[in-house]
């Protein structure tokens, strides 16, 4: 068994205390339901020496809905709790279908919302104990000394590919949600399809005194959003694979492909892919567009030959709900 590393624990019982001590402790980390973070910590992929707990936050554990007609939902709620609220399930079904496919029934009752959206990225390189890491002289994600020479995806390459694994991105990319970040300077949205950067060892758009507070989904579109993951068994994988459609009956469909490197992505040529040939053509376009690398244990080229296979499943059934 991996012993966790010592460290202390902050419990605000506010937003502005929980901006504040990320401010007076920068080396400290947010932890919510803790299901990501404290694996890392045992595996020593980082050895925070205080965690600001969030469970004591109140206010993240709402789900309010917006005067435009959306929905707010605090970072805080757990993903059990998104996936069963009625809202959620009648307005944003692609996000509670997302939440009930991660991990487990335990750990979706534990897992939160801004814990997901926050979950960092992963690589069948790095997702390994110290010792196992050490064998092979650690790799550019990894932080701690001796780490750190090179990329055992990508030998050649100055950056990391490690996967974005985050179950409920897709789908919220799609609804065009927001998610609000604060810190002792303010308030500030960005969008989800904005919040992700290229380069899996600084994939997320935050700062680093930055909490995230909500996810802001605006009114429903008017077509459907479907999810769907490609994982080894039913349940506890991460998934090798990520999609989501959505079919809006005047504006045709919008794919989004994620778990093939470090951000979900809306895949381009899609409206003219779709004039040309409709479902065949879309996937057609993304299997060209999509290359998933070695991050994974499962083979890079069966994962890239599934990305045809999962958007023409996404995008039927995302036309067939309208
Ligand atoms: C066996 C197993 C299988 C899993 N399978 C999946 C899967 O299939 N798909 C999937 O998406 N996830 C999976 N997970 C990961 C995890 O359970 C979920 O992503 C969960 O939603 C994380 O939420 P959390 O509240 O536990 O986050 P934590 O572990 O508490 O935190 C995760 C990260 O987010 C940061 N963070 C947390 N809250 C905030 C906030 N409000 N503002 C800023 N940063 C914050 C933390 O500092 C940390 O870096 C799995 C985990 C396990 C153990
Ligand atoms: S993609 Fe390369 S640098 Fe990134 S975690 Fe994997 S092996 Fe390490």
Redesign the pocket.
């Known amino acids: 068994m991996l012993p966790l590393p010592t460290f202390s624990v902050l419990s605000p019982r506010a937003v502005s205390d929980a901006a504040q001590m990320l401010t007076d402790h920068p080396q400290a ?9 404290l ?1 890392s910590m045992k595996y020593g992929l980082f050895t925070p020496p205080t965690l600001i707990r ?1 469970g004591g936050v109140s206010a993240l554990q709402e789900i309010s809905v917006t005067e435009a007609g959306g929905l707010r939902i605090g ?1 805080g709620v757990t ?1 059990r709790a998104v996936g069963r609220d009625v809202r959620v399930l009648s307005l944003y079904p692609a996000l509670a279908a997302a939440t009930r496919t ?2 487990t029934s335990t ?1 979706q009752a ?3 919302l ?3 959206l ?3 990225t992963r690589c069948a390189w790095y997702n390994q104990s110290t010792f196992w890491r050490g064998a092979l002289g650690g790799c550019l994600k990894c932080h701690s000394a001796p780490e750190g020479a090179i990329c055992h995806v990508a030998p050649k390459g100055k950056g990391c590919y490690a996967a974005h ?3 409920t991105a897709p789908g919220l990319l799609l609804y065009d949600a927001e998610v609000e970040l604060v810190s002792t300077r303010g308030a500030r949205r960005v969008a989800v399809a904005a919040l992700y950067g290229d380069d899996g060892r600084d994939w997320i758009r935050r700062a680093p005194d930055e ?2 507070t909500a996810v802001i989904l605006p009114p429903p579109p008017a077509g459907r959003v479907v999810h769907r993951k490609l994982r080894a068994r039913g349940s ?4 090798l694979l990520l999609t989501a459609a959505a079919f809006d009956p005047d504006r045709g469909p919008r794919v989004v492909v994620s778990s093939v490197g470090p951000r979900p992505v809306e895949l381009g040529g899609v409206a003219e892919a779709w004039e040309a040939g409709g479902v065949e053509a879309v996937a057609e376009a993304a299997y060209k567009q999509v290359s998933p690398l070695s991050t994974h244990v499962w083979p890079a080229p069966w994962r890239k030959k599934m990305v045809r296979v999962e958007v023409r499943r996404a995008l039927e059934a995302a036309i067939s709900g309208v």
Do not use: F, H, V
């Open positions: 980390r947010l932890i919510a339901g803790g299901t990501d973070l694996p969030l970072a993903l991660i991990a750990i534990m897992g939160t801004g814990g997901n926050m979950l960092d694994s985050a179950d909490l995230l506890i994988d991460y998934p």
